[in-house]
């Protein structure tokens, strides 16, 4: 069996925040509501020059810096951040190729929302594996889908936790500490059309009136029917692609050390650790960093290695899940 190993990883987080107050002061809900049920303290907001792609390229300096490692030994460069980014029709993987000095990689963008990250492990490993030629991979990009949000609508409440960083991940084939196991992915196109931005594609072009009424902000379509088919499914659907990601690897749900999972309100966070039997101290509820998208789980990883709850050895599950609907979990052998 072919070992992919994570080199490393890299974080950026920009300096300006948005407290609990603020948000509840912007949506008119009490800051009880946003601290405890939607489980947000504070979270990071870009500042000017925090664009989408650039902070993907900071935190791709960081993790190459930390395995020091010259960008010129990259082969691939997918790039796993947000389509909201510098510009519209453009590819920023090459961008990030160019910035970073990373002369011999080809590159490629990959969308998959907030489930791209758990996407992009399986896609590099199975490249990795199927192809002598790619050897490491930097996987990076940013986040910063706060952009779209309109807080004084209450369809998109469940949004507001929504935040600005950017992450990356170096894997390298060979290397033998922290080994890439199996992922398992699910996808449910009954939910497609459920939360979208109205304005700004084919099928309605950016106009002032479209402006005026908010429709180049995130919307939910149906929030009734949404919200009752995504409480049928949503929670099931995590933990089955967690247990399929295990059993993939020979594992199960008791072999789990530390659980890598997104930002979501408290309830559902305690009810997936509850159901696998897990503890608050093996997963980290990121109430100060809200939900940055699909850098939740670089993020999640990092913060744990750092605080000392993943040990040499420890198995990590990596968990996610974006609109469209997608599920997603990678299994991960910590240490040698």
């Known amino acids: 069996m072919t070992s992919i190993g994570i080199v490393s990883t890299g974080i950026y987080i920009p300096k300006k925040f948005m407290t609990s107050r603020e948000i509840g002061e912007k949506a008119g809900i009490p800051i009880k509501v946003v601290e405890e049920k939607m489980g947000i303290v504070k979270k990071p907001i870009p500042a000017e020059e925090d664009h989408t792609c650039k902070m993907g390229i900071l935190a791709a300096e960081q993790a190459l810096e930390k395995a020091n490692m010259d960008a010129k030994e990259i082969d691939l460069i997918i790039y796993i951040g947000e389509e909201h980014k510098e510009y519209p029709l453009w590819t920023a ?19 998959l929302r907030c489930g791209t990250t758990i996407m992009g492990l399986k896609v590099a490993r199975d490249m990795m594996v199927a192809d002598e030629n790619v050897k490491t991979v930097l996987l990076a990009g940013g986040y910063r889908n706060v ?5 004084e609508n209450p369809r998109t409440r469940f ?12 894997l390298q084939k060979g290397y033998l500490e922290n080994q890439v196991l199996a992922s398992h992915i699910m996808t449910d196109g009954s939910f497609s059309e459920d939360v979208v931005v109205v304005a700004g594609g084919t099928k309605h072009p950016i106009t002032e009136s479209a402006l005026q009424q908010n429709l180049n902000k995130l919307d939910v379509l149906d929030p009734e029917g949404m919200k009752m088919r995504l409480e049928q499914k949503s929670m099931q659907n995590f933990l ?11 594992l199960t749900e008791k072999d789990v050390n530390y659980l890598g999972i997104l930002h979501m309100k408290k309830s559902a966070h305690d009810y997936v650790l509850k159901e696998l039997g897990l ?8 109430n100060e960093y809200g939900h940055i998208g699909q850098i939740d789980q670089i993020l999640s990883l990092q913060l744990a290695v750092e605080k000392g709850k ?11 899940a974006g609109i469209g609907y997608a599920w997603g979990a990678t299994t991960i052998r910590w240490g040698e």
């Open 93 to 111: 993987a090459i961008y990030m190729q160019q910035a970073l000095g990373a002369t011999n990689a080809y590159c490629f963008d990959m969308a």
């Open 147 to 151: 952009d779209y949000i309109d807080y």
């Open 159 to 170: 949004m507001n936790n929504l935040a600005a960083g950017g992450g990356a991940i170096i």
């Open 240 to 250: 089955y692609c967690i247990r399929e990601s295990l059993r993939k690897s020979s």
């Open 279 to 286: 503890s608050n101290e093996q997963s980290i509820y990121l």
């Open 310 to 320: 993943v040990r040499e050895g420890d198995v990590v599950v990596l968990v996610s």
